[in-house]
């Protein structure tokens, strides 16, 4: 399983491209792939061919309207583990002894 981070957002479309972002989650949300939206970008949870698919799917739409896109994205792969989007927070809680803010 594949925990894939990222952030797309386009170029030259002013200051709040929040229009843009909420058409990703868009996308993201009806994938069916696990995910968690943060303040810098979204995490997704699924297989490599899956997680990938999405980030193409919210590249293409916004490329539809927008001439520049900047993307960054961050991959974790670990073979045989699945849940990782809680547990990896879970297990930094267990060991602190306390709920962090997510």
Known sequence: MVL????MSPLGK???VGKYVSRSLK???KSGV??????????LEGE??????VVRQCYERMKKDCGRISCTMKVDYRKGHTGRLSGKVASV??????????
């Open 4 to 7: 894939l981070e990222f952030s």
């Open 14 to 16: 002013g200051e709040s």
């Open 27 to 29: 996308i993201i949300d």
């Open 34 to 43: 696990e995910y968690r939206l943060n303040p810098m970008g979204t995490v």
């Open 48 to 53: 490599w061919d899956d997680v990938f698919d």
């Open 93 to 102: 809680e267990k060991r602190l002894k306390k709920k962090l803010k997510t």
